[in-house]
């Protein structure tokens, strides 16, 4: 089969897709006919270059892409989302693959500093309720919008990403690593509750990969500098491993895969 044939007429739903793993997969699943619905928060200003981009992967794959500048996080966001989505893509189970890469949550200590006397950038619990549920639970909320609207193909899949935070010690990335924590257990049980619905559930965990989601962690700069020294394969995972990764997983190869933590880092996971 031609490559650029391989996904006609189904579609990936991509939360948070304007830059970075999410962005690197659009490319990768366009290049192979599957039609896309980003969504992603961004100004006018920045948005501008985005959609001209995703105008242009769309006219280069002969594929259709709809940007959705709204708050995917929100009841109104995906109410609004369904409505406008469903009428373009007017068939039913049309969606392939749901995607989750937002990287939206608070980047802070646990304890305050000693600069810090008023605690006032200490992480709360307010703070890891709202990673949590951007970073995890939200997945869930998406899965079942595009279930109970009849979205999903027989054969569809849905992909989240993890990463090694959830793990190790990172500076001020606790509540991420908590969030990455729940998510790793949503999938599981998502992989088998959801199973019988032909959705298959998989999580993707990205070696150190220089986005502008890394760069807001402190201390960044150190882990890609550990990264590169140290990598197997002599160089940091790019966002073009993990979107190859992502679209093995849509393939009708990848049909016995549910459950898992695939690492996608070159082997950094083994050190």
Not at 43 to 51: F, N, Q
Not at 195 to 221: H, W, Y
């Amino acid at each position: 089969m031609d490559k650029a044939q391989q996904f006609v007429g189904e579609w990936a739903v991509v939360l948070g897709g304007s830059s970075g793993f999410g962005f690197a997969a659009l490319q990768k699943l366009a290049s192979h006919g599957m039609n896309i619905a980003v969504l992603y928060r961004e100004t006018a200003i920045t948005e501008k270059p985005l959609k001209e981009n995703l105008a242009k992967i769309a006219t280069e794959n002969a594929v259709t892409i709809l940007p959705f500048n709204i708050n995917a996080l929100e009841p109104g966001g995906r109410d609004l989302f369904l409505k406008q989505f469903t009428q373009v893509a007017v068939h039913k189970h049309c969606v392939k693959l749901l995607l989750h890469s937002i990287a939206r949550g608070n980047l802070k200590p646990l304890a305050a500093s000693a600069a810090d006397t008023e605690n006032t950038n200490v992480l709360s619990t307010d703070d890891i309720q709202a990673t949590s549920y951007a970073m995890s639970n939200s997945l869930l909320d998406w899965t079942r919008l595009l279930l109970n609207a009849g979205l999903f193909n027989a054969d569809a899949r849905i992909i989240g990403l993890t990463s090694d935070g959830a793990h190790k010690y990172w500076e001020s990335y606790a509540a991420v690593s908590i969030a990455k924590a729940s998510l790793e257990s949503l999938t599981k049980y998502m992989a088998v509750e959801f199973s019988r619905f032909g959705l298959k559930t998989n999580l993707v965990q990205a070696g150190v990969t220089e986005t502008a989601s890394l760069k807001r962690i402190p201390g960044s700069d150190k882990l890609i500098t550990l990264a590169s020294e140290n990598n197997p394969m002599g160089r940091i995972t790019r966002p073009t491993d993990v979107a190859n990764v992502i679209y093995m997983l849509c393939t009708d190869e990848a049909f016995w895969i549910n459950g898992s933590l695939i690492h996608v880092d070159g082997g950094e996971h083994c050190l």
